[in-house]
């Protein structure tokens, strides 16, 4: 198997244009072993590895179905758009077969023929009819999708306002399904998974794998082994995924929809509840913004808000009840009616179920601003490991999944057993059935990067700064900032933990730097993240100003990003509701919430920010931590060992004269 590979590995090289990487090599032959010997592995693969032919690769070769699943909507697209038809033609002539890919999403990314050709609006559907200018986007939709030999995938449709998306669509859960929906033979997400079905690598996303391992109920194709891309940010999709939400717009959408397909009794019940529970959650949001104190975690359910959840959940049930004993619908469009309002109104239950019992292994709580409350769970781990790590083999690749130089603390989230424990149930003894895999057989590997970091950037540490406060940057963190700016002539990615920083350096910024030709970009609530970077990327003089979406996944190499400035050590906030809890409960159970939770937390999306400065091996630049604390405190030390091998100084005088000469390199060279 490996001679095999490394020779389709040498030809989908040839095939891209690139050169032969040492860690890219090893990588591939650490990923064919765990394919053909049915083992986890765990491998770190630093910028510039090609760390994603190091898996398609021996995965193709494998000539068994594997599953890559990736976090972002950008690298899905890379892998199904550019990489995999780029190295499909040399493959096939290497190994003598026709080979074949797929992508796989939900159901609610594709448009749904049945919901956009039904002769009455459901009310997604008269949400259009009441605001006029969606009239245009609508028509536009629909003309695309009478267009033939579209996808119907919502990545490919005319770019509509999402009112007009989720009018013309539906969710897994509505879906009456293939057999017994009059477009079943037409239908974008069948044809879409019928594909899927049949190729040798099927691409799709954290959340989908997510939902169908905890819900122990397969959505996806089967296969013979899972490759987990941007593996660090698993755990946390998982938790976003099995994260209950319940707000009254969704309760009374579903009261809405049943009133008009099941009009009597039951419906009218069911509307009123979703009444008496909106106006409960209204009084209860006013309650949280007049008193901050109670706004964040839940440690049960609010009793003003008990006993509308637990009308809602009898009314709903009452109208579930009435749609199973009534068989008597055979019309196709009736019954997908049906379907899309027992989908929303068992939706509904469930939810309200569980809010209302709620475990000592979830976390609830209430945010006001969408008046909207979450029961999330404390550790998804123990499913993780019997739902997937029992399944088939499992890589987890990431640049970053190290923490401090150990893979034990992204190991344990993702459930795999590390030393011999289980952080779950340290004392439980996990037996394996014929067939199942031992998710503590897993093998941990760094290939390291072939980028000399130490040559091609500098990290900027400065001791004079004052630790950050719950006010924002300091006037001497923006001050400082503006000075790096102004020295690397704009060129400057600036990341902040949170919206008061990019606001208060924006408005510093302009003031400061008035007098130069100095464009500032500022992330603002909603933003594209890919406009945004477009336009950085445009400008080499520019600067971006970002929140936590820009810590990853951002890719600018040249001239355009010689300065990426972190306002601070990126730790979880104190009331992020899931983060303190799983602190707590590590503190009650003798350990550290600090050390197990919120350092790996912080040292990962570190590593992440201080990656976006070296993007190719003629990058050149700095990354400046404009917070002391990484050299004045004890832990500092494991987040500098989870960052790129940078060389570190804490003159600023180096720093700037170093950016000032950068700056007229580039100039000197037209860009």
């Known amino acids: ?70 976090a972002t909507l950008a690298l899905q697209r890379q ?35 049945q919901k956009m050709n039904s002769a009455e609006a459901d009310p997604d559907g008269e949400v259009l009819l009441e605001i006029g200018t969606l009239e245009k986007d609508a028509k536009r939709l629909r003309a695309w999708a009478e267009t033939p030999g579209v996808s119907g995938d919502r990545d490919d449709a005319p770019d509509v306002d999402r009112r007009v998306w989720y009018a013309n669509s539906v969710s897994g859960r509505e879906c009456i399904g293939k057999d017994d929906c009059a477009y079943g033979s037409q239908c974008f997400a069948v044809n879409a998974k019928a594909k899927a079905q049949t190729a040798d690598v099927v691409v799709t996303n954290h959340t989908l794998l997510a939902i169908e391992i ?17 593996a660090h940010e698993f755990m946390d999709r998982t938790t976003q995924a099995v994260t209950e939400e319940l707000t009254a717009a969704r309760v009374e959408r579903a009261a809405k929809m049943a009133k008009k397909h099941l009009p009597g009794k039951a419906s009218d019940a069911f509307a009123k509840a979703a009444d008496n529970f909106a106006e409960a959650l209204n009084d209860f949001a006013a309650d949280v913004r007049n008193d901050p104190t109670k706004a964040g975690r839940l440690p049960e359910l609010p009793a003003q808000l008990e006993a509308p959840i637990r009308k809602v959940k009898e009314a709903s049930a009452a109208v579930i009840a009435l749609i199973n004993a009534d068989s008597d619908v055979i019309d196709p469009d009736s019954m997908a009616e049906r379907a899309r309002v027992k989908g929303a109104t068992n939706e509904v239950q469930q939810t309200a179920t569980k809010m209302l019992k709620p475990s000592d292994h979830q976390v609830m709580w209430f945010e006001p601003t969408y008046s909207t409350l979450y029961l999330a769970p404390l550790s998804v781990s123990q499913v993780l490991r019997a739902n997937l790590l029992t399944e088939t083999p499992v890589i987890a690749t990431s640049a970053t999944l190290s923490v401090g130089k150990s893979f034990d603390a992204i190991a344990k989230s993702i459930g795999f057993v590390v ?99 100095i464009p500032i970009i500022t992330q603002k609530r909603g933003d594209s993240v890919g406009t945004l970077v477009e336009r950085f990327a445009k400008d080499p003089k520019s600067i971006l100003l970002g929140t936590i979406s820009l810590w990853q996944g951002i890719d600018v190499p040249g001239p355009a990003c010689t300065l990426v400035a972190i306002d601070r050590i990126p730790f979880p906030r104190p009331d992020e509701p899931v983060m303190s809890a799983r602190a707590a409960e590590a503190d009650a159970a003798g350990g550290s919430g600090f050390m197990q939770v919120s350092l790996p937390r912080a040292a990962l999306l570190l590593a992440q920010g201080t990656g976006r400065l070296i993007r190719s091996i003629d990058d050149r630049g700095v990354v400046a931590i404009l917070d002391s604390r990484i050299i004045t405190k004890r832990y500092g030390s494991v987040l500098l060992n989870s960052m790129p091998p940078f060389w570190r100084t804490s003159d600023g005088a180096v720093i700037r004269e170093s950016l000032k000469r950068l700056d007229k390199d580039y100039l000197e060279a037209g860009q």
């Open 214 to 230: 905890v819900d122990s109920h397969p959505i996806l194709p089967e296969r013979d082994a899972v490759i987990l891309d941007e």
């Open 419 to 517: 030393n011999g424990s289980n952080d779950d149930d340290e004392d439980s003894e996990d037996e394996f059935e014929a067939g199942e895999i031992d998710p503590a057989n897993v093998q941990m590997l760094d290939v390291g990067s072939p980028f000399d970091f130490a040559n091609q950037g500098m990290l900027y540490l400065p001791k004079h700064i004052p630790e950050p406060g719950r006010d924002g940057p300091s006037k001497e963190a923006l001050t400082e900032l503006a000075e790096l700016i102004d020295a690397a002539g704009g060129r400057t990615l600036a990341l902040f933990s949170s919206w008061r920083g990019v606001e208060m350096a924006d408005e510093y910024l302009r003031k400061v730097l008035a007098e130069l030709e």
């Open 1 to 70: 198997m490996i001679e095999k590979m490394r020779k389709a590995l040498d030809a989908a090289v040839d095939a891209i244009g690139g050169q032969p990487r040492e860690g890219q090599i090893e990588m591939a032959e650490a990923v064919a072993n765990a394919l053909s010997d049915r083992h986890h592995l765990l491998v770190q693969a630093g910028t510039g590895t090609g760390k994603s032919l190091a898996y398609l690769v021996p995965a193709l070769v494998h000539g068994k179905k594997v599953l890559v699943a990736t």
């Open 79 to 113: 892998l199904v758009e550019r990489d995999l038809p780029k190295i499909k033609g040399a493959l096939e002539k290497e190994l003598g077969r026709e080979l074949t890919f797929a992508v796989y999403k939900g159901v609610g990314n594709y448009l749904c023929l």
